[in-house]
T-cell receptor, first 114, second 113 residues
Framework: AQRVTQPEKLLSVFKGAPVELKCNYSYSGSPELFWYVQYSRQRLQLLLRHISRESIKGFTADLNKGETSFHLKKPFAQEEDSAMYYCALKERGDSGGSNYKLTFGKGTLLTVNP | GAVVSQHPSRVICKSGTSVKIECRSLDFQATTMFWYRQFPKQSLMLMATSNEGSKATYEQGVEKDKFLINHASLTLSTLTVTSAHPEDSSFYIC?????????FGAGTRLSVL
């Protein structure tokens, strides 16, 4: 069963418009969630994590346990925000113990048009 | 920030040969490294978790004998694709864990002819 769902493969907005990238998760324990971003021809990099409750590059994400969501938001999108965004859930590895792993959603390609 | 180096960035090989991919944490020690596979326009799929000094933990459906993982030091993990076939062609990505955050390598594009 898919543990991390990003319903939108593609999202296109105009510069200056608000943007919301959706992420829903399924996890029986206390979730720890991340947003990773991959700009064109670059490696995957951490954008933000819910436990730090920080804003990076104007993006925020709030964990909503009732809705099991961790949507990524930015009030005014910029062209340089165009990238692939992945939501990821940290969960215990199959072997148990202290091993953890990240389970990624399928990603949303955000395009910010001028 | 933490830097992860992955080498080579691209490799082309003949069917039946073996290919080794290296993943190094350059400025930190990583007791745990991860190997992912990414198909075109799809998400990253975890293949295995590599722990320094112990056997790797493979995800369901990943052949241990096909994808050999060695994590002999705190800064190096290797993935060897043995007897590669065209269906093994893919983008392989490693990551290393530091303070509960995963830092990713730039990936290796493997093409098996």
């Amino acid at each position: 069963a898919q543990r991390v769902t990003q319903p939108e493969k593609l999202l296109s907005v105009f510069k200056g418009a608000p943007v919301e990238l959706k992420c829903n998760y399924s996890y029986s324990g206390s979730p720890e969630l991340f947003w990773y971003v991959q700009y064109s021809r670059q490696r995957l990099q951490l954008l933000l994590r819910h436990i730090s409750r920080e804003s990076i590059k104007g993006f925020t994400a709030d964990l909503n346990k009732g809705e099991t969501s961790f949507h990524l938001k930015k009030p005014f999108a910029q062209e340089e925000d165009s990238a692939m965004y992945y939501c990821a859930l940290k969960e215990r590895g199959d072997s148990g113990g202290s091993n953890y792993k990240l389970t990624f959603g399928k990603g949303t390609l955000l395009t910010v048009n001028p | 920030g933490a830097v992860v180096s992955q080498h080579p960035s691209r490799v082309i090989c003949k069917s039946g040969t073996s290919v080794k991919i290296e993943c190094r944490s350059l400025d930190f020690q990583a007791t745990t490294m991860f190997w992912y596979r990414q198909f075109p326009k799809q998400s990253l799929m975890l293949m295995a978790t590599s722990n320094e000094g112990s056997k790797a933990t493979y995800e369901q459906g990943v052949e241990k004998d096909k994808f050999l993982i060695n994590h002999a030091s705190l800064t190096l993990s290797t993935l060897t694709v043995t007897s590669a076939h065209p269906e093994d062609s893919s983008f392989y990505i490693c990551s290393a864990s530091s303070k509960n955050i995963q830092y990713f390598g730039a990936g290796t594009r493997l093409s098996v002819l």
